[in-house]
């Protein structure tokens, strides 16, 4: 199983990117998928995620409003819309999914079976 993130770069402040995870190996349309990232000296957190069906999301407080995940089990793939960019969103960019593991919360990374290999996101001030 990979799932292959892409997308990343550097943006000015109040700029939009989009990443991709593409998922092989097995399907994902049965199972939670989502986004993490990594600041540097941080530890990895939870930025989104989106249900099997597509119909329920979930953000954390600093990119509601501003991120949007979203997803197409026919192409088993995961994006992340990012739009008004701020500096403190730089990091390495983690898609993520569910294998095994089928409830719980999505923030803990405990609970994902499966990552990406990240892709960086700069935001400059």
């Known amino acids: 199983v990979q799932l292959q993130a892409s997308g990343g770069g550097l943006v000015q402040a109040g700029g939009s990117l989009r990443l991709s995870c593409a998922a092989s190996?097995?399907?994902?349309?049965?199972?939670?998928m989502g986004w993490f990232r990594q600041a540097p000296g941080k530890e990895r957190e939870f930025v989104a995620a989106?249900?099997?069906?597509?119909?329920?999301?979930n953000y954390t407080d600093s990119v509601q409003g501003r991120f949007t995940v979203s997803r197409d089990s026919a192409k088993n793939t995961v994006y992340l819309q990012m739009n008004s960019l701020k500096p403190e969103d730089t990091g390495v960019y983690y898609c993520?999914?569910?294998?095994?593991?089928?409830?719980?919360?999505?923030?803990?990374?405990?609970?994902?079976?499966?990552w990406g290999q990240g892709t960086q996101v700069t935001v400059s001030s």
């Open positions: 993520s999914a569910r294998g095994t593991i089928t409830g719980g919360s999505y923030y803990p990374t405990r609970n994902w079976d499966y």
């Open positions: 190996g097995r399907t994902f349309s049965d199972r939670a």
């Open positions: 989106i249900s099997w069906s597509g119909r329920n999301t």
